[in-house]
């Protein structure tokens, strides 16, 4: 009895510990196998229409008539599913939707965790190099909320937003 006592401060206090947010429940059981993204950057045609799951960090939101797409910068995902922004990253890629991406949700520098369909690649031009981009066709996004990382704290502020798109 007296080591169930002793043990009691330990579990209240584990319950006011907040565990870091993971992507939403229906994109952990996607059963999507993992697909390196420098296998893919190297022969995409080998891997269209293969489901992936990646993330990174926004660098670009376009508005086109019927679809939106989304730069972003690959990071390795960590096992709750978000990008590990202390990795290297290893190049960038495209999330293509038919949905319109908000510009207040869909900020450049946010981290981004999405699963869909490999469907090709495009061709983008920084300065005088042309650069072949894997695009992703988006069936879920998960807009990480941003990192509070003031004086060694590593809670999230609670502003996520997850989408569920179901594009075939």
């Known amino acids: ?37 420098t296998d893919v950057n190297q ?7 293969s489901p992936v799951h990646w993330g990174g960090v926004i660098i670009d939101i376009q508005h086109m008539e019927k679809h939106s797409l989304a730069q972003v910068l690959y990071y390795p995902l960590d096992r709750l599913g978000r990008p590990q922004l202390g990795s290297t990253h290893a190049g960038r890629f495209i999330i293509k939707s038919n949905e319109f991406f908000d510009p207040f949700v869909y900020t450049k520098n946010s981290e981004i965790s999405v699963i869909g369909k490999l469907n090709g690649d495009v061709e983008r031009t920084f300065g005088n190099r042309s ?16 990192r509070n990382l003031n004086n060694g704290d590593t809670s999230f502020d609670d502003d996520s937003y ?6 075939d």
């Open 131 to 146: 650069i072949q981009v894997p695009v992703l066709l988006a069936k879920n996004i998960y807009v990480w909320p941003k």
């Open 1 to 37: 009895m007296k080591n169930i006592l002793s043990l009691l401060p330990i579990l209240l206090l584990s319950a006011c510990i907040s565990l870091p947010k993971s992507v939403p429940q229906t994109m952990m059981e996607a059963n999507v196998k993992h697909v390196p993204y």
């Open 43 to 49: 022969n995409i045609h080998n891997y269209k229409g």
């Open 162 to 167: 997850y989408y569920n798109f179901y594009e």
